[in-house]
C-alpha cells in the first residue's frame, strides 16, 4: 500500500484526508517529530504547499502532501491571503485578526464585501515534479461575527445563498462546500489518475 506523507501536524487534517483518500488504498502518515521545521515565509499560498511538500518528501523520501489556505478579501485587493493567521500581528488571535478585518470594511457597503476563502494542496514526490490543486469558496464578509463552529474567519464569513456564516454551518455541512474540501476532491481524481496510469 502507498504511503503518502501529511506535512502538517494538525490531527484534525490527518484525519480528514485519511477518510478521503481510505478508498484509493493510501496509507496518510503524519510527519515525523524529527522533520526539519519548514518556515511559511512564500508569496503565494503555492509557494508555501510547493516548500512544506518538497522538504517533507526530500527528508522522508516519501510522497509527501501539504495545504495552504487563507482569505481573499476584494475590497483588500485579495489581503490578507497568505499573511491570514498573523493578519494582525505575529502571535494573533482568531478574534484579533477578524476585529480587524472588520474595522477595515467598516463603511464599505455589502455590495463591495465579497471575499473568498482559497486553499492550494501541493503533492510532492521524489524526483517528480510537484502537482497542485486548489479549491475556492465565495461569500460576503458579514458586519458582525455570527456562530461559534469552525476557526479563524468562519464568524464573518456569510453565504448568501445558505444565509448562515461557515460558524453557523455544522462541520459536515462546512466540509461539504468549503475550499479545502474542493481543492480535496481534485485532490483524489488527480491522485486516483496517478495510481491508475504508469508514472507511479
Ligand atoms: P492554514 O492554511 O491552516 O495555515 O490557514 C491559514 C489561515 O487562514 C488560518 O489561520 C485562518 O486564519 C485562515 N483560514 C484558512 N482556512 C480557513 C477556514 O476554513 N475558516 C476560517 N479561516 C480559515
Given at each position: ?5 501529511l ?58 502532501l501539504a ?56 503533492l ?77
Amino acid at each position: 500500500m502507498r504511503k503518502i506523507v501529511l506535512a502538517s501536524r494538525n490531527q484534525h487534517k490527518i484525519a480528514e484526508l485519511a477518510e478521503l483518500l481510505a478508498d484509493l488504498g493510501l496509507t496518510i502518515v503524519p510527519v515525523p517529530a524529527e522533520a526539519p521545521a519548514v518556515v511559511e515565509d512564500g508569496e503565494t499560498f503555492q509557494a508555501n504547499a510547493a516548500k512544506k511538500a518538497e522538504t517533507i518528501a526530500a527528508y522522508t523520501q516519501e510522497w509527501a502532501l501539504a495545504d495552504d489556505s487563507g482569505l481573499e478579501v476584494d475590497f483588500l485587493g485579495g489581503k490578507p491571503g497568505v499573511y491570514s493567521a498573523r493578519f494582525a500581528g505575529e502571535d494573533a488571535s482568531d478574534a484579533e485578526n477578524n476585529a480587524k478585518l472588520l474595522a477595515l470594511l467598516k463603511d464599505v457597503p455589502p455590495a463591495e464585501r465579497g471575499a473568498q476563502f482559497r486553499s492550494v494542496i501541493a503533492l510532492a514526490r521524489p524526483g517528480q515534479p510537484t502537482i497542485f490543486v486548489e479549491g475556492t469558496c465565495r461569500g460576503v464578509i458579514a458586519t458582525e461575527a455570527r456562530g461559534f463552529n469552525g476557526f479563524g474567519y468562519d464568524p464573518l464569513f456569510y453565504l448568501p445563498e445558505l444565509g448562515k456564516t461557515f460558524a453557523e454551518l455544522t462541520p459536515e455541512e462546512k466540509n461539504r462546500i468549503s475550499h479545502r474540501a474542493v481543492a480535496m476532491a481534485k485532490l483524489k481524481e488527480v491522485l486516483a489518475e496517478i495510481l491508475s496510469g504508469a508514472d507511479c
